[in-house]
């Protein structure tokens, strides 16, 4: 067979072809760098009494990727990032009768979804994939509605600041 360089440079639209195929919608390097790595270990052990190569690097690509995202899905289900200042005033449990400087006034302007929401991720601490099935969407659907929520988040306490800094 020819050397990898040359394996490389003719599978290489095959690597793209899976990630297209299991639409991979970021890290787009790091998968590359799996399928290439695959594609090499595939190449390492092709043995051409067996068969086609093709068809071997193929599966051998899409199975790497595939092993990938699984393990992406369990690490985004363990590790929940921390959000970075947003909720630090928060200091305890927003559903309690103590005031928090507006906080009761910033969780009026959520809907009750966005609030569930809100309290289940940061509160009592649910991973996303627990939220998932509690609302009955899909782990990218909870993220979507976080990225949202934090959004909303942001903008009105950045307006608040700029208002109180005006009066």
């Not at 809100?118 to 009955?136: E, K, N, P, W, Y």
């Amino acid at each position: 067979m020819n050397t990898f360089e040359e394996v490389l440079e003719q599978y290489t639209p095959m690597i793209s072809a899976v990630i297209r195929k299991l639409h991979i919608y970021r890290d787009f390097e790091h998968f590359r760098q799996s399928g290439r790595v695959a594609l090499w270990q595939a190449w390492q052990r092709f043995d051409e009494s067996k068969g086609d190569f093709t068809p071997y690097a193929y599966r051998s690509i899409y199975g790497a990727m595939l092993d990938e995202l699984k393990r992406e899905t369990r690490f985004s289900e363990v590790h929940m990032p921390a959000e970075d200042d947003l909720l630090e005033f928060v200091g305890a449990d927003p559903r309690s009768e103590r005031d928090y400087g507006g906080l009761e006034e910033l969780l009026a302007e959520l809907s009750f979804q966005e609030r569930e929401l809100l309290i289940l991720l940061f509160v009592d601490r649910f991973s996303q994939a627990a939220c998932a099935t509690h609302f009955g969407i899909s782990v990218p659907g909870v993220k979507k509605r976080k990225e949202r929520l934090l959004l909303k988040l942001r903008s009105t306490l950045t307006h608040r600041k700029t208002f109180n800094n005006l009066h």
